[in-house]
Nanobody, 126 residues
Framework: QLQLAESGGGLVQAGGSLRLSCAAS????????MGWFRQAPGEEREFVAA???????YYSDSVKGRFTSSRDNAKNTVYLQMNNLKPEDTAVYYC????????????????????WGQGTQVTVSS
């Protein structure tokens, strides 16, 4: 069983930056595709970014050019670097993982995912 734990959320002013971490435990996350999602109050959970086990990245249009996802397999950790944050980025951010063949990930990077973390709150003030 793969467990995921997010950290790094907090309160930041608009234009600022945060780096979220997603630490995997229970087994190596090396062979897993990873996703980042967020959910604002009263809203549906939405896709933010995804990272295949080979390093290919995918981003939603709303964060493209501002957010970067990366992974450190030695630390069993995935990161989401968020720059130029906007108030509309305020949400609980979740990381997720799934084992999927690479050739399928191009069409399934938005979900579904098998494993989920508990989430970390990101609040961007204007």
């Amino acid at each position: 069983q793969l467990q995921l734990a997010e950290s790094g959320g907090g309160l930041v002013q608009a234009g600022g930056s945060l780096r979220l971490s997603c630490a995997a435990s229970g087994r190596t996350a090396r062979g897993y595709a990873m996703g980042w999602f967020r959910q604002a109050p009263g809203e549906e959970r939405e896709f933010v970014a995804a990272l295949s086990w080979s390093g290919s990245t995918y981003y939603s249009d709303s964060v493209k050019g501002r957010f970067t996802s990366s992974r450190d397999n030695a630390k069993n950790t995935v990161y989401l670097q968020m720059n130029n944050l906007k108030p509309e980025d305020t949400a609980v951010y979740y990381c997720a993982a799934k084992a999927t063949p690479l050739y399928l990930f191009d069409t399934t990077y938005k979900g579904p995912y098998e494993y989920w973390g508990q989430g970390t709150q990101v609040t961007v003030s204007s």
